[in-house]
């Protein structure tokens, strides 16, 4: 076996270890992944467009999840202030609540096994990864905002920060944000 077949299968693997870690507390994993979404987008990304371009599911698989959410009432709509005619979707208190308890926080207990340096390169492999598995499929790699081409830090016009491309001021906040125009610097 090659050494990148080796890693394909440990990487396959696990993925089916989280895969199996996601269907917990009555939501299933696309309903995991949404709310983490909508936890993590700036104002310019956290609607449905957005998560469907993050999941890179179908409209239908989205609206479905949404709407599920909402009943259970852990996601809620409202007017998008970026677009008369779009919606913002955000996590209510109880959907704030419950990602506390992502079942995604075992891998924590995992990852401590391993020593500070391999968890770093481990992070920085993984991160260069996912960004060419991506880009190889051109789906967006909606990145952190600060470590985006257009994020112009302490700008005059900024809150502190700027962004070049929206011509939108940003907070601290916002840096630490994920965005779908997101482009590495
Ligand atoms: S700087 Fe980049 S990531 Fe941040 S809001 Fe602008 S386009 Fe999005």
């Not at 199996?20 to 609607?47: I, K, M, T, Y």
């Not at 779009?86 to 109880?94: C, D, N, Q, Y």
């Not at 995604?104 to 060419?132: F, H």
């Amino acid at each position: 076996m090659s050494d990148d077949r080796r890693l394909i299968d440990l990487l396959d693997r696990l993925a089916r270890v989280a895969g199996n870690d996601r269907n917990a507390l009555g939501l299933n994993p696309v309903q995991w992944e949404a709310l983490r979404f909508f936890a993590r987008a700036n104002r310019f990304s956290c609607n449905p467009s957005g998560l469907r371009q993050y999941l890179g599911v179908t409209k239908g698989t989205v609206s479905q999840t949404i709407i599920a959410l909402e009943k259970k009432g852990l996601l809620k709509k409202a007017p998008d202030p970026q677009d008369r005619r779009g919606v913002e979707v955000r996590l209510t208190a109880s959907g704030k609540k419950l990602l506390a308890d992502d079942p995604l926080n075992r891998w924590q207990a995992d990852l401590a096994a391993l020593p500070s340096a391999k968890r770093r390169s481990l992070e920085s492999a993984l991160g260069d990864l996912l960004r060419a598995a991506l880009h190889n499929r051109e789906r967006q790699p909606f990145g952190f905002c600060r470590d985006c081409v257009h994020f112009l830090r302490h700008h005059e016009n900024g809150e502190p920060h700027f962004c070049a491309l929206l011509e939108a001021p940003l907070s601290d906040d916002d840096s630490a944000l994920i965005c779908r125009e997101q482009s590495p610097g």
